[in-house]
């Protein structure tokens, strides 16, 4: 497995860093390492719908970083250990984007929604290279995963707060976001609880 990113024109950014305390309070299952029906580890289903989409991935993990290379054995993609991650999604998404530097741009995804369709991924990679700024799926009028971003909005991604995420730099490019409708329920699907590893 890969430590190090090369020059990509899309890198894609899968965010593992979460302790998931809602699916295990006592912190004994790590949940991205849960098994889902098919047998597929949570986070090993969500990095591989990424692959054929982008040019380059990373996973960047906390702590747990032994047991996502454990479970993502064998993919072509990068481990990145994000210091910082008890800060909140923003300070692993920020480590991640400091870590890459795509021509393009950044297809982010979150390590706990195993069921997002390969063909959904490859849509918003596709916005994302054709010239959108930001582009996601929406289903059922709701916003999806992952989210792509293009490369020259690198500076408003690190300024981004530790606990917050991007949500407020999508909602302040609103109007230059590219909405793909999507009939795919699992861009709007994660893992919260042991009951949600039985997804369609």
Do not use: N
């Amino acid at each position: 497995m890969r430590q190090r990113l090369k020059p990509a024109g899309l890198a894609g950014l899968v965010l593992a860093a979460g302790l998931g305390r809602r699916f295990d309070p006592c912190g004994r299952r790590w949940k991205l390492a849960a098994p889902l029906p098919d047998g597929r580890p949570v986070l090993r289903a969500a990095c591989e719908a990424m692959l054929e989409a982008v040019d380059e991935l990373l996973v960047v993990c906390g702590e747990h970083e032994p047991e996502a290379a454990r479970v993502l054995d064998g993919l072509p993609l990068a481990l990145l250990r994000c210091p910082d991650a008890g800060a909140g999604m923003g300070a692993t998404l920020k480590c991640g984007v400091r870590a890459a530097e795509p021509s393009v741009g950044w297809l982010v995804a979150l390590g706990d929604m195993p069921f997002v369709r390969a063909a959904t991924v490859g849509a918003v990679g596709a916005s994302l290279r054709a010239g959108a700024r930001i582009a996601r799926p929406w289903y059922d009028g709701r916003p999806g995963h992952p989210v792509g971003f293009c490369a020259d909005l690198r500076p408003e991604l690190l300024a981004i707060g530790d606990a917050a995420g991007a949500g407020e730099l999508i909602r302040r490019h609103g109007p230059e976001t590219v909405v793909l409708d999507s009939d795919d329920p699992g861009c709007v699907r994660d893992i919260d609880t042991p009951a949600d590893l039985a997804g369609a």
